[in-house]
C-alpha cells in the first residue's frame, strides 16, 4: 500500500507542474494580448480623433448610477484649433519639459518621491503629459505599482508611435477639466462660453491651474490657491515653447 501511495504522488507532482506551466503561460499570452490590443489602439489614433478614454468611460458609469440619462461634455478639435496660450499654460502647469523628454522626467519623479517620502503619503506624481495621458486612455485612477508599471509600459508605446504634437494634441482633447467635461473645447464653453482657440492667456492659465482636481475646482472657481497657481502659470507662460 505504501508503494502504490508513493507512486501516486510521483504521479500527482508532474500534473500540477503541467498545470501550473499552462496557467503561466496562459497568463502571459492573456498580458501579450491586452499589450497588443492597446498598441493597435494608439497606431489607429495616430490620425484618427479620440472620442472615449478610460477616464471617461468610467466617469459615464458613475455619472449615469445617478442620472441614467446624464452624458459627458467632449469634442474633439484639432490642434491648430486650441489657444496657444492654452498649450503654454497645460506644459507650465503640467509638463515644462514634455518637447526635451522621451515620456518620463526623472528629475520630475525624484522630486515627487523625495515629497513623498517626507509627508508619509503619496503627494506627487511626477507624471509628465505622456504618462498622464496613458492613464487617460487605458487605465484607471489608482496608484498601486501594478498599474504605475502598465502606465510606464503605455507611455514607452505612445512616445514610439506618436510624435510630440500628436500626444499633446489628444492629451488636451481627452483631459478630464470638470464634472462630466472632457478636453478643451468642452472646458473652454463650460467655464467661458468661448471656443477653445479664443481663450485669453488669462482664462488658459486658470483651465491649467484646474487640472490636477478638476471636478472640485468645478465646484469651488475661486479659491486663494487657485487664483495663485493661476498668476504662476501666467507668469511663466513665456517660458516654454509647445510642439508646432
Request: no cysteine.
Given at each position: 500500500?505504501?508503494?502504490?501511495?508513493k507512486?501516486?504522488?510521483?504521479?500527482?507532482?508532474?500534473?500540477?507542474?503541467?498545470?501550473?506551466?499552462r496557467?503561466?503561460?496562459?497568463?502571459?499570452a492573456m498580458?501579450?494580448?491586452?499589450?497588443?490590443?492597446?498598441?493597435?489602439?494608439?497606431?489607429?489614433?495616430?490620425?484618427?480623433?479620440v472620442?472615449?478614454?478610460?477616464?471617461?468611460?468610467?466617469?459615464l458609469d458613475?455619472?449615469?448610477?445617478q442620472?441614467?440619462?446624464a452624458?459627458?461634455?467632449?469634442?474633439?478639435?484639432?490642434?491648430?484649433?486650441?489657444s496657444?496660450s492654452?498649450?503654454?499654460?497645460?506644459?507650465?502647469?503640467?509638463?515644462?519639459?514634455?518637447?526635451?523628454?522621451?515620456?518620463?522626467?526623472w528629475?520630475?519623479?525624484?522630486?515627487?518621491?523625495?515629497?513623498?517620502?517626507?509627508k508619509?503619503?503619496?503627494?506627487?506624481g511626477?507624471?509628465?503629459i505622456?504618462?498622464q495621458?496613458?492613464?487617460?486612455l487605458?487605465?484607471?485612477?489608482?496608484?498601486?505599482?501594478?498599474r504605475k508599471?502598465?502606465?510606464?509600459?503605455?507611455t514607452?508605446?505612445?512616445e514610439?508611435r506618436?510624435?510630440?504634437?500628436?500626444?499633446?494634441?489628444?492629451y488636451?482633447n481627452?483631459?478630464?477639466?470638470?464634472?462630466?467635461?472632457?478636453?478643451?473645447?468642452?472646458a473652454a464653453?463650460?467655464?467661458?462660453?468661448?471656443?477653445?482657440?479664443?481663450?485669453?492667456?488669462?482664462?488658459?492659465?486658470k483651465?491649467?491651474?484646474?487640472i490636477p482636481?478638476?471636478?472640485?475646482?468645478?465646484k469651488h472657481r475661486?479659491?486663494?490657491?487657485l487664483?495663485?497657481?493661476?498668476a504662476?502659470?501666467s507668469?511663466?507662460?513665456?517660458?516654454?515653447?509647445?510642439?508646432?
Amino acid at each position: 500500500m505504501r508503494k502504490n501511495t508513493k507512486s501516486t504522488r510521483r504521479k500527482a507532482k508532474p500534473l500540477w507542474r503541467r498545470l501550473l506551466g499552462r496557467l503561466v503561460l496562459l497568463s502571459l499570452a492573456m498580458v501579450l494580448a491586452w499589450h497588443a490590443w492597446v498598441y493597435a489602439q494608439i497606431w489607429w489614433w495616430e490620425s484618427r480623433p479620440v472620442q472615449s478614454t478610460a477616464f471617461m468611460s468610467a466617469r459615464l458609469d458613475a455619472m449615469q448610477q445617478q442620472n441614467p440619462d446624464a452624458a459627458l461634455k467632449h469634442k474633439w478639435v484639432p490642434y491648430e484649433r486650441i489657444s496657444g496660450s492654452l498649450k503654454r499654460a497645460v506644459m507650465v502647469a503640467e509638463d515644462s519639459g514634455f518637447t526635451q523628454h522621451e515620456g518620463f522626467d526623472w528629475d520630475g519623479i525624484e522630486v515627487a518621491w523625495k515629497k513623498n517620502i517626507k509627508k508619509g503619503r503619496i503627494v506627487a506624481g511626477g507624471s509628465t503629459i505622456s504618462q498622464q495621458l496613458a492613464k487617460n486612455l487605458f487605465l484607471s485612477g489608482s496608484r498601486s505599482p501594478l498599474r504605475k508599471g502598465e502606465e510606464a509600459i503605455i507611455t514607452l508605446m505612445i512616445e514610439q508611435r506618436l510624435d510630440k504634437r500628436r500626444i499633446f494634441e489628444i492629451y488636451l482633447n481627452v483631459i478630464e477639466w470638470g464634472d462630466g467635461v472632457f478636453g478643451a473645447e468642452a472646458a473652454a464653453r463650460h467655464y467661458f462660453g468661448v471656443s477653445a482657440n479664443n481663450l485669453s492667456p488669462q482664462q488658459a492659465a486658470k483651465l491649467a491651474a484646474m487640472i490636477p482636481n478638476p471636478r472640485y475646482y468645478d465646484k469651488h472657481r475661486s479659491t486663494r490657491y487657485l487664483n495663485r497657481r493661476t498668476a504662476t502659470i501666467s507668469k511663466r507662460m513665456h517660458q516654454v515653447r509647445p510642439p508646432k
